[in-house]
């Protein structure tokens, strides 16, 4: 038998047409008062978290829920990645454009690297969000702008020079042919070279 508060964690993410699953939605949000708050009751639905779209909706759910919820979306998150970090809703097969051939179970996973990645850079843990930037990029080495928020990553540990040699090497890939890599990979060079010659020093900002 279906899981009804899954249906309801769809129909929230999903805009569904059902009004039933819609009344009973509202009334079980209706004591939030914020977009945050809807959040986290929809991720409270999903628990306790044993299925892999269980996972997939409770980290996103904590994830959208805002800086607050940074923790609890780490959890999800890592449980998620443990499971395989797809679920049966994961898009399959490819895309093309711009003659790139986009596998999108790959970039779906990769997706949830730099979500982990995000959620632990702004908890200051820079180490753990270079490993999971690394990890989104190996998935998908198309995409720029990955590549320029690792960078920023060795930026905010005042590596410069390592963002500068990141930044550097991604104009050796094949990629760098297309000018939509290109252009990104250019400007965030010019950007770290500004920042080099000008002895920019990363301060952490202090937690309210």
Known sequence: MENKNMKLVRAYWEDSSDEALNSELEVILSTCKTRAE???????????AKTNEELYYASKSYVW?????????????EKYIESGAVYDGTPSGTREMENIIYDLRSMSISNTYIELAQCYEGEYEFDKAIENYEKAICLTPYNPSYIVKLSTVYIKKNQLQNAKDLLQSATTKKEYGYESFRSV??????????????????KKRKKK
């Open 185 to 202: 990979i250019d400007n965030s060079l010019a950007d770290i070279n500004k920042k080099i010659e000008n002895g920019y020093v990363y």
């Open 38 to 48: 809807k959040l986290v009751k929809i991720a409270e639905l999903c628990l306790p």
């Open 65 to 77: 829920a805002g800086a607050s919820y940074r923790k609890e979306a780490i959890y999800y998150l």
